[in-house]
């Protein structure tokens, strides 16, 4: 039988060692990347228990009475080890239910993992959703590489990574996040956002996870004409942030950069996440965005939410 409580800082290694051992889990769902922003969030996280052992965890925050999984997070559902199959993950799903309504909460944002993220088949909780009633109430559109397959970059592409390569720009593992952070903030800026991370946060959570948060540069000497911020999943890397000076897109060398990371540095692994492409919680298409992504071999792989009006 199988228990539902809220999480207590006293569970973060307990919580740690679910993900580390979960199907669907990754380092964004361990405790030192998700209470980087403790304060912005109020957490109303669940582990899930049979008899002593935890084997699920829930990562979620409260806004006014909805819960949402996480709201700091991209994707976090149910985050599941081996031993939670389907007819305890319907179990686990009524007990969720139960919990939060006695605790006054209205509905449920369930923002599920999407399969390329996942290190083994884990979607039993798309089916409980079902059960439940919970609807799709949005989906975003990202692109993946898949690794293994043949990557067939388009000729256009192709030609952009021959320029940059004449022109002499070298793709390197960058050490400093400061220049990086300092030339995104910039290119975002064009867009009226700033980036997500500040450069603090960006060196605090890097220094946690050191393998994998990885900054990728192309230079041409000591000038920095292009970044890519890398997070490592293992089975699948993502591109968190990418960044280009006006002299990089000139000489192309983000299509180099791009193009290294894909056919070289993580051939070996399954995916290349590059990230989503959609505006306006998944209404609109930013067509330049996702073709350019198209243009490296990627296709869609859909992020979905789910309200589940408790």
Same mark, same amino acid.
């Given at each position: 039988?199988?228990?539902?409580?809220?999480?207590?800082?006293?569970?973060?290694?307990?919580?740690?060692?679910?993900?580390?051992?979960?199907?669907?889990?990754?380092?964004?769902?361990?405790?030192?990347?998700?209470?980087?922003?403790?304060?912005?969030?109020?957490?109303?996280?669940? /582990?899930?228990? =049979?008899?002593?052992?935890?084997?699920?965890?829930?990562?979620?925050? *409260? $806004? @006014?009475? %909805?819960?949402? &999984?996480?709201?700091?997070?991209?994707?976090a559902?149910?985050?599941?080890?081996?031993?939670?199959?389907?007819?305890?993950?319907?179990?686990?799903?009524?007990?969720?239910?139960?919990?939060?309504?006695?605790?006054?909460?209205?509905?449920?944002?369930?923002?599920?993992?999407?399969?390329?993220?996942?290190?083994?088949?884990?979607?039993?909780d798309?089916?409980?959703?079902?059960? /439940?009633?919970? =609807?799709?109430?949005?989906?975003?559109?990202?692109?993946?590489?898949? *690794? $293994? @397959?043949? %990557?067939?970059? &388009?000729?256009?592409?192709?030609?952009?990574?021959?320029?940059?390569?004449?022109?002499?720009?070298?793709?390197?593992?960058?050490?400093?996040?400061t220049?990086?952070?300092?030339?995104?903030?910039?290119?975002?800026?064009?867009?009226?956002?700033?980036?997500?991370?500040?450069?603090?946060?960006?060196?605090?959570l890097?220094?946690?996870?050191?393998?994998?948060?990885?900054?990728?540069?192309?230079?041409?000497?000591?000038?920095?004409?292009?970044?890519v911020?890398?997070?490592?999943?293992?089975?699948?890397?993502h &591109?968190?942030?990418?960044?280009?000076?006006?002299?990089?897109?000139?000489?192309?060398?983000?299509?180099?950069?791009?193009?290294?990371?894909v056919?070289?540095?993580?051939?070996?692994?399954?995916?290349?996440?590059?990230?989503?492409?959609?505006?306006?919680?998944?209404?609109?298409?930013?067509?330049?965005?996702?073709?350019?992504?198209?243009?490296?071999?990627?296709?869609a792989?859909?992020?979905?939410?789910?309200?589940?009006?408790?």
């Amino acid at each position: 039988m199988v228990k539902a409580r809220p999480y207590d800082a006293s569970d973060a290694a307990a919580w740690d060692a679910v993900v580390g051992r979960s199907r669907n889990g990754n380092f964004l769902h361990r405790r030192g990347y998700m209470d980087y922003h403790a304060d912005r969030f109020t957490d109303r996280s669940l /582990v899930v228990e =049979r008899g002593a052992e935890i084997v699920a965890v829930f990562p979620a925050s *409260l $806004r @006014e009475n %909805v819960v949402t &999984s996480h709201g700091g997070l991209t994707y976090a559902g149910l985050i599941t080890t081996h031993d939670l199959r389907a007819d305890s993950t319907l179990a686990v799903f009524e007990l969720m239910g139960e919990h939060y309504r006695q605790a006054g909460v209205s509905s449920l944002i369930y923002k599920a993992v999407p399969h390329v993220f996942h290190a083994y088949p884990s979607e039993e909780d798309l089916y409980a959703l079902q059960r /439940v009633g919970a =609807r799709l109430v949005r989906r975003d559109i990202s692109s993946v590489v898949p *690794l $293994r @397959e043949r %990557v067939s970059f &388009s000729e256009a592409r192709r030609r952009a990574i021959r320029r940059a390569d004449a022109a002499g720009v070298q793709v390197r593992r960058g050490n400093d996040l400061t220049e990086y952070h300092a030339l995104l903030g910039e290119v975002l800026r064009r867009h009226d956002v700033a980036p997500t991370h500040s450069l603090a946060e960006l060196q605090l959570l890097q220094s946690r996870f050191p393998e994998q948060i990885v900054l990728h540069e192309a230079r041409q000497g000591d000038a920095l004409l292009a970044g890519v911020l890398v997070y490592d999943f293992g089975r699948t890397v993502h &591109s968190q942030y990418i960044a280009a000076s006006e002299e990089g897109r000139r000489v192309d060398a983000l299509s180099l950069l791009l193009g290294t990371l894909v056919s070289e540095t993580y051939a070996d692994r399954s995916y290349f996440s590059f990230g989503i492409s959609t505006e306006q919680a998944g209404t609109v298409l930013n067509s330049g965005l996702i073709a350019q992504k198209e243009s490296f071999g990627a296709r869609a792989v859909v992020h979905d939410f789910y309200e589940w009006v408790l």
